[in-house]
């Protein structure tokens, strides 16, 4: 997810009024991009906060999707591996509660 965000923020590089320390602030977390964006003009400051809200969702989406692909996979491994109910017949249920009442 952290490679996904940073990748996405680094297209800020070379904004007017982005300093190279803000630009690693930016980069560090959305929390940190939102700060550093109330310091800045109206301008520069919707486009960190458009850039750094994508690049999280983006990131979180990916995350997600990593996830559920890895709970599908333990799902199908320990449906395989564990073992099945036993079936049962209905005569054999019926015998024994004739046993259990007598």
Known sequence: MNGIYRSEVNHLVGKNGLSEAMLESVRSSIQSAH????????????????????AFVDGMKEALLIGSIAMLVAAIVAGSILP??????????????????E
């Open 35 to 54: 700060m550093t964006a109330q310091t800045l003009g109206n301008d520069i400051a919707s486009v960190v906060i458009q850039t750094s809200s994508q």
């Open 84 to 101: 099945g109910k036993e079936k049962v017949n209905k005569d054999t249920v019926l015998e024994n509660k004739s046993f259990v009442e």
